[in-house]
C-alpha cells in the first residue's frame, strides 16, 4: 500500500556546459571588461566543492565570465527560457550593479537577474526571457557578472526551457 508520493517533476535539460565548474575549461571573460577584475575557478562550492569567482576592487562597470563560444545556447520562437545560479558574495561595497546574471542576445541584454550588492551567503537568482515568435532560432549567451566592488561565487548554473527555475539538473 502506498503511504507517500512526491509531486511529478518536469524533466529538465540544462543547456550549460560545466554548469558546476569541476571541470577546467567552458568559460572565457567577456569582452569589454571592467579593467579592475580577474575571475578564476576556486574551491567554494555551492554544489561540488568548486565555484567561478569574479573578484572587482571598483564598482564602475562590470566584469563578465561566459561561456566559451562552443557552448552557447540556443532558444527557440516563442519559448521562454530561465538562466540560474547559485551566488555567494564577500566583501561588497561602493555600490554598483551587484552579483548578478544576464542573457545576451545580438549583443544587447536582454534580462538580467536581481542582484546582490552586499555580503552574502548562497542565494538562487534566475533571470527569465521570452524569444518572440516573430524571430528565428538565435544563439544567446548566458553571463555571471559583478558590478561592485567586491567578491562574488557562482555555482550550479543553468539554462532551461521553463518560465521559472527547476531544481538544479547536473
Known sequence: QLEVSSKLQNTVVNQIYNSN?????????????????????IPVGYIGETSLM??????????????TSSYYCSVQP???YTLSAYVKTASMTGGGTG????L???????????AITTTADWTRVEATYTHPTTSA???IIPCLQNGTSGVAYFD???????????????
Open 78 to 80: 516563442g519559448k521562454t
Open 137 to 139: 532560432t538565435a544563439t
Open 54 to 67: 569574479i573578484s572587482r576592487s571598483s564598482s564602475s562597470g562590470n566584469y563578465s565570465v561566459q561561456p
Open 104 to 114: 545576451t542576445l545580438s549583443g544587447s541584454t536582454v534580462a538580467v537577474s536581481q
Open 21 to 41: 565548474f569541476e571541470l577546467s575549461g567552458g568559460w572565457t571573460a567577456s569582452s569589454g571588461n571592467a579593467s579592475d577584475g580577474f575571475w578564476d575557478y
Open 156 to 170: 550550479g548554473v543553468q539554462f532551461e526551457e521553463s518560465a521559472n527555475a527547476s531544481r538544479y539538473n547536473l
Open 99 to 102: 552579483a548578478r546574471l544576464a
